[in-house]
């Protein structure tokens, strides 16, 4: 299960890394490039806080958490129960070093990095392509848990039975 894990994770950081290098290259910072009218496009922006560029003040802190949550990742990704567990927690990690990689590398400075978006969704959020595998994972452990469906190796849907408080 951990190399799927990994190679999905991989994946998802390689698409990301790779996807940021070329909008570096070939946007410039604020133009608007359309793809479906306003809809979709592409402007370059430097966001140094989480979604919606919420906590723009507390990089750093944000940068602790995003180191705290991969290595979380990382331990779940070891337990998970199946290949699908895994390939989906690994595009979170992938989705979540991506961005981790930006706090670390990119100006202003290590830990303190704005990470790079470019994906503007009709004005409403700019994004990259990390985000976009966070959110295909999160959707995807969603549905992992709406199944009754657990994470853990060794666990069983009716391992829980009456262990529920109220």
Known sequence: M???GAISAAVALATDLASKWW???VLSDGQRLPI????LSLRLVFNPGAAFSLGDNFT???TGLAAIISLVIIIAIWRARSRL????LGLLLGGALGNLYDRLTQP???GRGHVVDFIDYNGW???N???IWIVLAAAGLVLIASRGSTLNRGETPASHEGNSRA
């Open 2 to 4: 951990l190399t799927v």
């Open 23 to 25: 909008a570096l290259d």
């Open 36 to 39: 479906i009218g306003r809809w």
């Open 60 to 62: 750093l802190v944000l």
């Open 85 to 88: 567990n895994s390939a989906i």
């Open 108 to 110: 202003p400075g290590v």
């Open 125 to 127: 959020f700019v994004g």
């Open 129 to 131: 392509v990390a985000d």
